[in-house]
């Protein structure tokens, strides 16, 4: 079992910055990759960025060059946030995975979540 918690949403304006945590707990050992999500009202759960055990990232195209994920020593996850745009707004859900073939646009493959942060990016 793996426990994730993430922590350091809020609202921001457009332009501005945000960074979130989430802090992993139990069996990360056998975590192969962490990512984050978002969710935006009405809409299906996206991902936003992964990273493997062995540091590659991933992101996507929307969040590309504005968004950074980093992971510690101690398997906390950080996504820097830079230029938040109103279509950034959300539910931001940290997740891991300790399985093969995860992928950033497949939420079937990550079988561990946490609650969920909201970010809200006004105009």
């Known amino acids: 079992q793996v426990r994730v918690v993430e922590s350091g949403g809020g609202s921001v304006q457009a332009g501005g910055s945000l960074r979130l945590s989430c802090t992993a707990s139990?069996?990360?050992?056998?975590?192969?990759?962490m990512a984050w999500f978002r969710q935006a009202p009405g809409k299906e759960r996206d991902g936003v960025a992964t990273?493997?055990?062995?540091?590659?990232t991933k992101y996507a195209a929307s969040v590309k060059g504005r968004f950074t994920i980093i992971r510690d020593n101690t398997y906390t996850l950080y996504l820097r946030m830079n230029d938040l745009k109103p279509e950034d707004t959300g539910i931001y859900y940290c997740?891991?995975?300790?399985?093969?073939?995860?992928?950033?646009?497949?939420?079937?493959?990550?079988?561990?979540w946490g609650q969920g942060t909201q970010v809200t990016v006004s105009s």
């Open positions: 990273i493997s055990s062995d540091g590659k």
């Open positions: 997740a891991a995975s300790t399985w093969m073939g995860w992928t950033l646009t497949n939420t079937n493959t990550w079988n561990y």
């Open positions: 139990g069996s990360i050992d056998s975590t192969l990759a």
